[in-house]
């Protein structure tokens, strides 16, 4: 069989809650067309309901499409329902594991709801893979947060799909947990699987997507290679030490000011439109005095800052 060019394809997609008695109605997700390459590493991002949730949950079948079309794995979600849900493993954000299953239990019940024949479950390649092996019989309640969160990948895993969509996959995980998943993911990439991934962490999309889309109030604001993304973007950052201390960053018309830690404070701006000049301007006609400065490249904050609130957004 040809292997499809996208793991995931939306054309047009667009998804309407009706209003309700408190609520008025609302359009989620505006015609998002994406298109997520085989066999890459693909991250989500986008502020708090920006769609990113709404646009997992119609993969996943949870919520029905207003219109459009998407395909998972080269199969329509609406002409083959079945074979486009066994193409994906869906990693929840919220952690749902049944307290009274052992993870060995609960991995055979999810293979058997895929219809996994016996002879052809994982389940202890997937629980080592995880260091889970030697808490196979365990009570799921005895594990711990991290513990249920790999358990909830080794889950979405136990069919086998070719693409896994991990939603917020590391909320709340700590750093040595949230370098373990990663290993497990960049393995699982390694092996074919296509990896979408929702976060919050910007640097961590930065540092494990080949490619990355920016999602804002249900359009899609960019879609395009880690790289590229990092190089189109003009946002620069300037920091600054003042003589004394500060409680609250600035006010510098024009500018977005915030305060660090250090009692100093961070100036951005756009390269096409202004230059250190003028935020040096700005700062001396505040009347505050420079003790240091220093110039920060741009990070992903900086591109999503930009890409998503900019008065003129950048193409998409
Ligand atoms: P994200 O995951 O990026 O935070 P969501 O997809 O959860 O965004 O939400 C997108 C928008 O749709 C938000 O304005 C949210 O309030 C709204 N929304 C999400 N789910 C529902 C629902 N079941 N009913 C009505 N509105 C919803």
Redesign the pocket.
């Known amino acids: 069989m040809q292997l499809p060019d996208y793991a995931i394809e939306a054309r047009g997609l667009v998804k309407t ?1 009706a209003a ?1 008695k408190t ?1 008025p109605e ?1 359009q ?1 997700l505006r015609g998002v067309d994406l298109a997520i390459p085989r066999g890459s590493i693909f991250g989500l991002l ?10 997992i ?1 119609i993969l996943a079948g949870l919520c029905r499409k207003t219109s459009g079309t998407v395909a998972i794995w080269g199969r329509d979600i609406d002409e083959r329902p079945r074979d486009a849900r066994a193409a994906i493993g869906v990693v929840p954000q919220e952690i749902a594991a049944d307290p009274f299953f052992t993870p060995r239990e609960s991995l055979e019940v999810a293979a058997g709801m895929y219809a996994v024949p016996p002879g052809q479950r994982r389940t202890m390649e997937l629980l080592t893979a995880l260091g889970l092996a030697d808490k196979a019989e365990a009570y799921v309640r005895q594990l711990s947060g991290g513990m249920k969160r790999r358990l909830m990948v080794a889950k979405a895993m136990v069919h086998n799909p070719p693409v896994l969509i991990l939603d917020e996959p590391t909320a709340g995980v700590d750093v040595e947990l949230r370098r373990q998943l990663w290993n497990y993911v960049l393995e699982l990439n390694r092996r074919g699987v296509t990896i979408v991934l ?1 976060t919050h962490y910007l640097e961590e999309a930065q540092e494990l997507c080949d490619q990355i889309a920016i ?1 804002n109030k ?1 359009q899609l604001v960019a879609c395009e290679p880690t790289t590229t993304l990092l190089r189109r973007i003009d946002t620069r950052k300037v920091l600054v030490t003042p003589e004394e201390p500060m409680t609250a960053a600035p006010a510098l018309p024009g500018f977005e000011t915030h305060l660090l830690s250090s009692g100093g404070f961070s100036v951005g701006y756009r390269t096409g439109h202004s230059s250190v000049e003028q935020v040096l301007a700005a700062i001396r006609k505040a009347g505050l005095h420079i003790k240091d400065i220093s110039t920060e490249d741009p990070d992903l904050e900086d591109v999503f800052v930009s890409l998503t609130y900019a008065a003129e957004p950048a193409q998409a």
Do not use: L, R, V
């Open positions: 809650y309700t609520t609302m989620a986008g502020p708090n309901g920006a769609g990113k949730s709404t646009f949950n929702t999602i249900g």
